[in-house]
């Protein structure tokens, strides 16, 4: 089973496995903005983040495309992840335009910006903000 019922809270994924939350436009390919669907159709993939991206999947985890595309986009965007091999679970739309993101949650979130090379994760001390004890 790929979740924990535990009682009376919200389900859990099995220990070791994550859900990945991936952007698309300026992450995984080119930063098209949803104005024009046309470019995201001939858009290049980014082969390490297809190659990373993929390796996760094979590995269990769970990977969601999060993206500020809008649900009229759903078709472009599933047949150009198709056309290009990426392998996923699921996409969410929607998403808030305008970046500077910040998400409190009751599980545990972790925050990784892209930056131009999409690999494997190395540790790094870093400060975060968090809520007051
Ligand atoms: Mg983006």
Known sequence: MEMNFEGQVSPRLREGIKNYLIDIDGTITDDVPNEQPERMIHSKPYPDARDTIN?????????CFFTSRTE???KITEEWL???GFKYHSILFGKPRGGNYHWI???TVRATQ?????????EKQVTVDVFKD
């Open 114 to 122: 892209y930056l131009g090379k999409f690999t494997e994760f190395v």
């Open 105 to 107: 949650d009751n599980h």
């Open 55 to 63: 390796h996760w999947f094979e590995q269990g985890h769970k990977i």
């Open 82 to 84: 198709d056309r290009n």
């Open 72 to 74: 009229d986009l759903r």
